[in-house]
């Protein structure tokens, strides 16, 4: 009996410990586990966790980021077909480099998209060459932009994301937010079918572009019309130089001509509100004729004209711009153009959606309930601050520049633009350092004000010489004041002390350098 006992203890006691051992084994595997499978078994339904209203550029790769950490997303997009636009057609060395750790960098390929190592610039029928830097240290990528049909790069976008299981991609119009009590629990929408219907999820994220009908229920933000964009395609013909954007300093501002496939120029200028020819009356192809094309070089001109002539159809769009701003609403949040828009000059819109969406999914991916409207709001807090370093660089830069392009009778005004003529022109440092923030290569505060004060420096250094005459000196301190002036509003507009901050910049470049691809 003794004996018999002390084996059932032993045994009892061999149970005991067998069980602990496999419970800890198991407790510390749920514990390492990832955010996808850790939401996955959290959530017994198949209700959302998150909605997102629209499927471009940054719904559709948010949409795919988040489904990769294991969230529910669905994603209600008003036309499912291929859009057919001409902005969002160059995606800079920075942006691709997000797209990448974002694990959608194929989306590029089979979209006979092209390579672009940088541009042409011409002014007075002189042109210098720029390229992107190929020895910078803290770029780690391929230093090259892509340029390509932007629906097509959408579709493949919504393809890659559709692609996933615990991502619904419904087509319907969104007609308007569910709120309580100051927070946003849903969207109300009218489905493929005609049908009102509403969806709930705990976040959902407006990111349905410039012409956003969301964004004034969120914010009393509206967007300023600063130009027009006017484009078109000439087909079936190939640049002298197909691997770099031709930017033309013209009259009343610039034109470009760069490839968006192996055989299709987009070619594009800009005017402003108060000078917009007619297209349906053929003022605007006349125009074209007899006011832009005899500014572009003759070389391009014979393709700038090639499109006119074969009667392509002619575009335009607003240039807007607008300071991003929070909602005081909680769960939600705003992406991409409803959220943030700068002067598309510089091409930098892609590459700032693509920081947002990295900077986003990595901060909410420790937050396993989503429907912790706090947590999620000082997520979305500090998601405002963290993405100063990159939003604001680029939409100082990108307002600067286009400012810059446009062509004036003001001897001040014209220095300013042959200053950054010769700047860009000058080679070494100067010309490496513009293209690296052009590029969203070093997206830092700092070096785009040494560069703005640098440009102004030399620009004012060219207008004394030979001598410092009275006129001369007058005329630089104009040009002096006319960059203050340019430079101080955008600066307020971003925040001083978010963009230059280190403790910011250090954990925007946490972000930005140490997201991993998913």
């Known amino acids: 009996m003794d004996m018999a006992f002390i084996h059932v203890c032993v045994w009892t006691l061999f149970a005991f410990v067998l069980t602990w051992t496999v419970l800890y084994i198991t407790n510390k595997k749920k514990k390492t586990m990832k955010l996808a499978d850790a939401v996955a078994e959290e959530r017994s339904d198949d209700a959302a966790d998150v909605i997102i209203v629209g499927a471009g550029v940054g719904g559709s790769a948010l949409a795919y980021a988040l489904a990769k950490d294991g969230r529910r997303v669905h994603v209600i997009e008003r036309d ?52 992107y830097p190929v020895d910078n240290n803290n770029f780690p990528y391929e230093p090259s932009a892509r340029t390509f049909y932007n629906g097509r790069f959408v579709q493949r976008l ?57 964004r004034r229920s969120l914010t009393d933000k509206n967007a300023k019309v ?38 299709d120029v987009r070619c594009g200028f800009e005017v402003f509100p108060d000078n917009i020819p007619s297209i349906s009356n053929g003022e605007m192809a006349t125009f074209v004729k007899n006011t ?53 000059a510089v091409a930098s819109g892609m590459m700032v959606l693509l920081s947002d969406i990295l900077i986003l999914r990595r901060l909410l991916q420790p937050i396993n309930n989503l429907g912790d409207t706090n947590k999620v709001s000082e997520v979305i807090k500090s998601f405002y601050v963290i993405r100063k370093p990159m939003s604001a ?15 004036s009778t003001d001897e001040a005004k014209e220095a300013m633009r042959q200053g950054c003529y010769d700047y860009l022109s000058s080679g070494g440092f100067r010309t490496s350092g513009i293209m690296a923030l052009l590029g969203g290569m070093n997206p830092r505060p700092l070096s785009l004000m040494y560069h703005l004060f640098s440009m102004t ?9 030979p001598f410092p005459s009275p006129l001369r000196i007058w005329h630089s301190l104009r040009l002096f004041g006319l960059s203050i002036k340019m430079l101080v509003p955008h600066l307020k507009a971003e925040g001083v002390s978010q963009m230059f901050f280190p403790a910011n910049a250090a954990a925007y470049h946490k972000s930005y350098m140490a997201a991993t691809t998913i």
């Not at 484009?231 to 130089?241: A, D, F, M, P, V």
């Open 226 to 263: 600063i130009s027009y964009s006017v484009g078109y395609i000439s087909k079936n013909c190939r640049l002298e130089e197909p691997e770099r954007l031709h930017l033309i300093m013209a009259k009343p501002s610039y034109a470009m001509l760069y490839h968006i496939s192996s055989t």
């Open 393 to 407: 660089t680029a939409n100082t830069i990108g307002n600067a520049f286009s400012q810059v392009l446009i062509a």
């Open 457 to 465: 420096m030399s620009a004012i250094g060219h207008l004394l010489s």
């Open 292 to 344: 832009i094309a005899p500014q572009v070089p003759l070389k391009l001109r014979k393709i700038f004209l090639k499109g006119i002539d074969e009667g392509a159809q002619i575009k335009t769009m607003p240039t807007k711009s607008m300071g991003a701003t929070l909602s005081e609403k909680k769960g939600v949040i705003l992406l991409g153009d409803a959220f943030n828009m700068r002067h598309p």
């Open 158 to 214: 919504r393809h890659k994301a559709s692609s996933l299981h615990n991502v619904r991609l419904e087509e319907g119009t969104v007609k308007s937010l569910i709120e309580e009590k100051g927070v946003i629990k849903g969207v109300t929408y009218r489905n493929k079918a005609g049908e009102e219907t509403t969806a709930f999820a705990p976040l959902t994220v407006v990111c349905d572009g410039c012409y956003s009908n969301l």
């Open 80 to 131: 499912m077909r291929e859009p057919e636009r001409m902005m969002g057609e160059l995606m800079q060395p920075g942006g691709r480099l997000m797209l990448s750790k974002l694990g959608l960098q194929d989306c590029l390929e089979e979209i006979d998209a092209q390579k672009s190592t940088g541009m042409v610039l011409y002014k007075d029928m002189k042109k210098t060459v720029v390229s």
